[in-house]
């Protein structure tokens, strides 16, 4: 009887902490929080990559330029057609405007006309202005094909900060990779050499080894455990740069697919600097910027000719704020039209300065992009060179893995059978460590490198 009484209470208490645990959950969440019952999803390269261009604060930035150098080509249009002004003006006088008295002599008689007005002190005008360009020297079809430039210099930019931003995104995603990866390490390090230490003080308790072989082990155990304490940090700092870029909170759970494997690079160097020269958005850009000081050499020699407009004018006049006429005006409305030609044909030679400045700002410029397509021919070799330099440490850091491997399993079945001290233990397990760190440095960096030549080429694919 006393036992089923225990048990009973038994039970009861675990009735009682139950409720008590789920009560917490409604009372602090309201229901089971999600991550109590799905994984976070691991996001692959591509939506990564897709998530970061639509929050990233750049490529919005960039996609407004566009937009405002769309609006500053129509203002650039807008000047082929004709311009309305209005101005409403009035005037008064000190007096109003009069004649004196004029005199008619005649034979017989002299006729008198008295001194009269012949306007009003107020006068008030308003005028409709009409003004259509005909000929400006070119200057107004240079200036709307240089907007025109420069919406393209505007998309061109748009596609470069669009390239950075997806290599910032492909690095971070590497980066939090390698950091899991240098986790697993130092955990494989930790476990092993917690075994290592285990056996050391078995083969101590039973007097086979001196109390400094389980030292040593519990010291290098010591830094396998700081070793992960880091490696841990390190994909937590990982992680919060990620969550920066996706403009999320920096603490926001976040899993990635794991890419980080080998595949090789089929194109050759000449077909990279080929794919380079062809798509790399900053010789684009300074090509345009040629296109660009040509329109401004064409400008300035538009003041080498005359200008011709047509200007149309209709006008109310009157006496008082309404323009209604005055006493004085048989037609108070009336207009006229005019056609003007304007000519500055001399101005000491400003407009050959003018024109021979621009001349050199454009000599810069074809300089200037002789020098970037160098560049970039440049940097797609370094990364070339890089590529194929990550390619062969990976070979050489897989054999590595290997012999290291191979090493540290003889030296443990060399210290079970007592044949071997326990450093060469610790060392052959450092040195597998390394092994195991470079081998997975090797692939990040060759995807790092690939990715890089990428960038140098003027792609940016939503792979790697």
Partial sequence: MQKRLALGNKWSSVICLTLMVALGFVLVGGAIPAWAEEKTKALGLKESVALVLKASPQVASAAKGVEGAVWSRRQAG????????????????????AVGATYI???????????????????????????????????????????AIGVDLSKISEVKTRLDVIFQAKQSYL????????????????????????DARNFYEVGMVPKNQVLQAEANLAQAALAQIKAEN????????????????????????????YKPFANSLEECQAQALKTRPEIKAVEESVLLDQKKVRLAQADYFPTVALIGNYYWKGDDWQVNGSPFLSEYRSWDVTAALTWNF???????????AAQ??????????????????LDVKNGYISLKEAERAIVVAQKAVESAEENFRMSNERYREQVATSTEVLDALTLLTQAQTSRYQALYGYNLAWITLERAMGMGRDDI
């Fill in 78 to 97: 807008s000047q082929f057609l004709p311009t309305f002004g209005l101005t409403y003006s009035g005037t008064r006088l000190d007096r109003a405007p």
């Fill in 105 to 147: 002599p005649l034979p017989t008689f002299t006729i008198t006309i008295p001194a009269h007005d012949v306007g009003t002190r107020d006068n008030w005008q308003s005028k409709i202005t009409v003004t259509q360009p005909l000929f400006t020297g070119w200057a107004l079809t240079t200036a709307y094909q240089m907007a």
């Fill in 175 to 198: 980066n939090i990779i390698l950091a899991k990866k240098a986790t697993e390490v130092a955990n494989q390090a930790y476990a092993t050499n917690e075994a290592h230490l285990n």
């Fill in 234 to 261: 390190d994909v937590l700092l990982a992680k919060a740069s990620m969550n920066t870029l996706l403009r999320r909170d920096l603490a926001a759970d976040l899993e990635v697919e794991d890419i980080l494997l």
């Fill in 346 to 356: 001399w101005e000491w030679g400003r407009t050959y300065d003018q024109v021979k």
């Fill in 360 to 377: 050199t700002v454009l000599a810069q410029a074809e300089y200037t992009l002789t020098q970037v397509k160098d560049g970039v021919t």
